[in-house]
């Protein structure tokens, strides 16, 4: 098989989504690869505030980190509307956000994570690129078993199999927690990184991009806001009782 060195620079593939955990996968890639790309996903997500932020984000850290963006190679937007047609959830549809009866939130697409790096990886394997980047983590998880460790290793040995080429599937936030990928945020980018975040990335499932608090933009109410803010409270707090000190 393959090696990762082997091949011709070494560079990563982010998968993108223009949300708070993606864009700190972006900004920890950038830190380490000489060549990262991006790649999204047009699924139908119910706004197209998602994707139109995706390329606000990408400019952004372009015009912020000047190192990085000479590393940053194109961005790759692929359509997957099937997707959107087999899949009845609370992301796709206008339904209420609620548990299901399997448990997991209306917001899970089954099996998206699955789907998505396979597509990454077939991109990735025409790119030359030897690492897929992705911000699944199973601390803040909501459930979503595609989320999960094992899911990541048992499709990073399928992918390398399936192409007879090493691909590597880093997640770097799998066990960090909202407050932790703040404070990642900060040790990659400084402030500079943490204000960009609180300012251009979306996570609001409702895409809600009127409303603007301390930890960004968003309804405040859905579960993915409530994370978030929950996520920055808890890391200003762990800031200002250090500064104390
Ligand atoms: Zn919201």
């Known amino acids: 098989m393959e090696k990762a060195s082997e091949m011709a620079s070494g560079g990563a593939l982010v998968l993108f989504s223009g949300g708070q955990d993606s864009t ?59 997707l959107a047609r087999i899949s009845e959830t609370a992301l796709t549809r206008e339904t209420e956000i609620a548990l299901t009866e399997a448990g997991l939130p209306s917001t899970f697409v089954p099996g998206r994570n699955l789907l998505f790096l396979t597509y990454a990886a077939a991109l990735a394997y025409r790119r030359g690129l030897a690492m897929l980047v992705a911000g699944v983590c199973e601390t803040d998880y909501s459930g979503y078993p595609d989320c999960r460790a094992a899911t990541m290793r048992a499709q990073e040995e399928a992918i390398s199999l399936g192409l007879d080429r090493e691909i590597t599937i880093e997640t770097p936030l799998m066990h960090l927690d909202k407050a932790a990928t703040w404070a990642l945020a900060q ?5 500079a990184l943490v204000e960009l975040i609180r300012e251009h990335t979306h996570t609001c499932y409702l895409g809600d991009r009127e409303h603007r608090h301390a930890w960004g933009y968003g309804c405040g109410h859905c579960p993915a806001c409530e994370l978030r803010a929950r996520g920055w409270y808890s890391w200003r707090d762990h800031e200002s009782e250090q500064s104390l000190r």
């Open 24 to 82: 700190v996968c972006l900004a920890w890639a950038l830190a380490r690869y000489p060549r990262v790309e991006t790649i999204g996903f047009d699924y139908g997500q119910r706004h197209a505030v998602e994707l139109a932020q995706r390329t606000v984000v990408i400019e952004a850290v372009r015009a912020a980190f000047p190192p990085w963006g000479r590393a940053l190679g194109p961005d790759h937007l692929l359509a997957l509307p099937e």
């Open 187 to 191: 040790s990659l980018g400084g402030t």
